[in-house]
């Protein structure tokens, strides 16, 4: 199962506005794609809800995983969507 290991770069962590952003674009996805946070079962990437409950702060690290065509590429745009910081104007 194809996975990314990513550090959240958002100032204010996976919360607010960078959850809102980053579930949306996950829903867009073709592809079920997971998160979890070390010691976290692994949530939805596309529920904020899910998201909210990781309690993911700026730096965590959190691993992105999918299965399917399409799996890599879905990984590959939600990953760097992570490594931005979505506090700022996009």
Known sequence: MPERTVKIASTSGLHARPAA?????????????TIEKAGAAPVRASSILKLLTLNADHGDVVTLRSDGEGADEALDALAALLEKNLDENL
């Open 21 to 33: 952003i980053f579930s949306q674009a996950a829903s867009e996805q073709m592809v079920e794609v």
